[in-house]
């Protein structure tokens, strides 16, 4: 039986477009003639029964922000059987049939329990890493691509006025798709990623050297926040080369911001599926981009696959940016 009554939460980390699913899920809940909840601050909402009824204006003027209007949280209360009992309990008590759990990895397991505990239960990706192995996409990576390209650009700008190396970390704790692409997008010199170990000599002082040979006076370093230790990095160019080398950890700057175009049509189509799945009675769902089609695969199957890094833009990125 399709789901009546669905809850919506965002949960772990945030990222700009959010609250583009978030809209797609209450809109698409409402037109289907469902109630629908907004849970604040992640599962601890549902801990806590802090939620409320939405309505058609309730997610007006969202789509445009970063962030999450619904707030997000870590909730290690929840991350235990008693915590997903009692989130499911509270399900009942409210009516509420049906979740709609946008976030990463982390928040699609307890989406997997909740499934468990006989709520149904939908994941859609949110996450700036893209770091979902099910997924060629997730909520929130292109607006977080195009603010490194874009603070890089400006970094640029400095280093090559002064003839200097800049090593910039940008985010990426287990997977280098930001680094990788924003280090193509910018020219890096040289892109390091967590899942290729990198040789400093190799990899980094001697493509300094064979650039220098061809006239290049100015170096952009891109590193992966997981590859770590950037400011070390930059002191041992500096040490090495004599050239002045500075680091930049660009943070979470990366996070925030007005979701891209991209970010907010996909999230709204996302959202719009996560409920179409609810109303035909499906849980233990993770919504996810192949391609540019919308499917869905089975939660537990799709935390087990393996993310597959692309080496043919590692390729790419060592050829042009010499
Ligand atoms: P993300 O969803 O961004 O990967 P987290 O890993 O921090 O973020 O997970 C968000 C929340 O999801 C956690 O605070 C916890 O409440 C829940 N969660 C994470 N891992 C599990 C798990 N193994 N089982 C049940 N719930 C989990």
Redesign the pocket.
């Known amino acids: 039986m399709g789901a009546k009554c669905i809850a919506v939460l965002t949960?772990?980390?945030d990222a700009p477009g959010m609250n583009a699913a978030v809209r797609a899920v209450v809109r698409t809940g409402l037109s289907f003639g469902m109630k629908v909840y907004g849970v604040m601050r992640?599962?601890?909402g549902l801990l806590h029964g802090d939620l409320k009824e939405m309505n058609m204006r309730s997610v007006s003027d969202i789509m445009q922000h970063g962030g999450t209007a619904l707030f997000t949280?870590?909730?290690?209360?929840?991350?235990?059987p008693e915590?997903?009992k009692k989130a499911a309990a509270m399900c009942r008590e409210k009516g509420i049939d049906g979740v709609v759990?946008i976030?990463?990895?982390?928040?699609?397991?307890?989406?997997?329990?909740l499934t468990g505990e006989g709520i149904l239960t939908i994941g859609v990706p949110?996450?700036i890493d893209n770091d979902i192995a099910c997924t060629d996409y997730t909520v929130g990576y292109d607006t977080a691509l195009n603010t490194a390209m874009e603070m890089i650009d400006r970094i640029r700008d400095t280093t090559e006025s002064h003839d200097r190396c800049s090593v910039v970390e940008v985010m990426g704790r287990r997977c280098g798709d930001i680094a990788l692409n924003t280090g193509v997008a910018v020219g890096a010199l040289t892109t390091l990623v967590p899942e290729i170990p990198y040789d400093f000599q190799k990899d980094v002082i001697d493509r300094i050297r064979l650039a220098q040979s061809t006239g290049k006076r100015h170096y952009i370093i891109v590193v992966a926040e997981g590859v770590g230790h950037t400011q070390e990095l930059a002191e041992r160019i500096q040490k090495e080369t004599g050239i002045e080398t500075r680091a930049t950890i660009l943070g979470h700057v990366q996070r925030g911001g007005a979701p891209t175009l991209r970010d907010r049509v996909v999230a709204s189509r996302m959202g719009y599926h996560a409920v179409e799945l609810l109303q035909n009675g499906i849980g233990n769902r993770v919504v996810a981009m192949k391609g540019e089609e919308i499917v869905d695969f089975d939660i537990t199957e799709a935390l087990e696959m393996p993310r597959v890094f692309d080496e043919k833009m590692y390729k790419v990125s060592a050829v042009l940016s010499i």
């Open positions: 949960s772990g980390g992640g599962y601890n949280a870590r909730s290690p209360e929840f991350n235990t915590g997903v759990v976030g990463g990895d982390g928040s699609f397991r307890g989406a997997r329990d949110g996450t």
